[in-house]
């Protein structure tokens, strides 16, 4: 199942940045010397097994977007699933900006009425703490009012930061075709072993796809922050030519384990009785595995044939 997804935007606002660190394993100093993109660069990403993101990376130089609009609009509005418009939050060109983003929606009202969208404003490293809150606010509401009849939904991001990370878990959150039943299996999963959390990743990515809560935990942000250290130490593993396979961390108030799953993910573990030993929840994550492997040859929520 193919999903084609638009990532749009002026030039210099960092979608090539974000695309090279979420799936091309970069690290964010390395997209310093990114060079600006001509025209569209299309990449396939394979995503939890039948689902293939199809990303069109659109340079957003002038030129290259006057053509969008006009001589290649069927070619690149049409079948669009998610839109994805990134907003450099230091632009001295906002008029610009929302002239360009508004006509990339009538052009996606008239060939993909049914996308989804959303707004990243992007860089938000370089505003100053006690200013971020007010200005995402102020461009959330602007955004919104601009965007109508669509709806769209706003994130503030980073790459420098794991806000990178919560806003695209949410965006490919949406595409995964099965991700009710995924949850209602974790949620089990997570009872019959009488864990705090489970989370399940996106194992290329380290994207959090599905988690399940029984316990509640004051740190909003800790799965985008797992996302982001598990990832960067997945990358220091291979710089070593070592593969990263699994990880116990333990104290006196928890254990937690990650481990590889399925064919497309890993499992992340927590666990607060100190009365079930680890053996135990290793063998739970082992059995679990298959029937998690059955759920992820579904395709668009109905189970595949398997003998
Ligand atoms: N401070 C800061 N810089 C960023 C961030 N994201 C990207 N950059 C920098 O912005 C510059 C431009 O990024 P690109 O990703 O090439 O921009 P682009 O949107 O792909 O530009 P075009 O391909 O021309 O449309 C690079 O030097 C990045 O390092 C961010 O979150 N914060
Ligand atoms: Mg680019």
């Known amino acids: ?141 602007d955004l919104k009012r601009l965007s109508k009849p669509l709806d769209c939904t706003c994130f503030a991001t980073s790459i420098w930061d794991e806000t990178l990370y919560k806003a695209w878990s949410s965006i490919v959150y949406q595409l995964i075709p099965n991700v009710k039943q995924l949850e209602t299996t974790l949620a089990h999963f997570t009872d019959i072993i009488d864990a705090d959390e489970v989370l399940l990743f996106e194992k290329a990515t380290f994207l959090v796809i599905s988690h399940c809560e029984r316990k509640p935990h004051k740190d909003v942000h800790r799965f985008e922050k797992i996302s982001n250290i598990i990832k960067q130490f997945k990358l220091s593993c291979s710089k070593l030519a070592a593969a990263f396979q699994s990880m116990e961390v333990r104290n006196t108030n928890f254990a937690a384990f990650i481990d590889v799953f399925t064919p497309n993910t890993y499992v992340m573990v927590v666990v607060s009785d100190p009365a079930i030993p680890s053996a135990a929840t290793l063998i739970n994550i082992k059995n679990a595995r298959k029937h998690f492997e059955k759920l992820e040859k579904v395709d668009g929520g109905h189970p595949a044939l398997t003998s």
Not at 76 to 100: A, G, Q, T, W
């Open 1 to 141: 199942m193919k999903k084609k997804v638009l990532l749009m935007g002026k030039s210099g606002s960092g979608k090539t940045s974000m695309r090279s660190i979420i799936f091309a394993n970069y690290i964010a100093r390395d997209t310093r010397r990114l060079g600006a993109t001509i025209d569209v660069e299309h990449s396939h990403v394979r995503f939890l097994g039948n689902l293939v993101l199809n990303l069109w990376d659109c340079g957003g130089q002038e030129a290259f977007m006057e053509n969008y609009f006009a001589s290649q609009r069927d070619n690149i509005f049409r079948n669009v699933e998610v839109l994805i418009y990134v907003f450099d939050v230091e632009s001295r060109e906002l008029e610009k900006d929302m002239h360009y983003y508004q006509s990339c929606l009538e052009a996606i009202l008239q060939n993909s009425p049914q996308a989804k969208v959303f707004c990243l404003v992007h860089k938000m490293d370089l505003v100053q703490d006690d200013q971020r809150e007010l200005i995402i606010q102020e461009r959330e509401d």
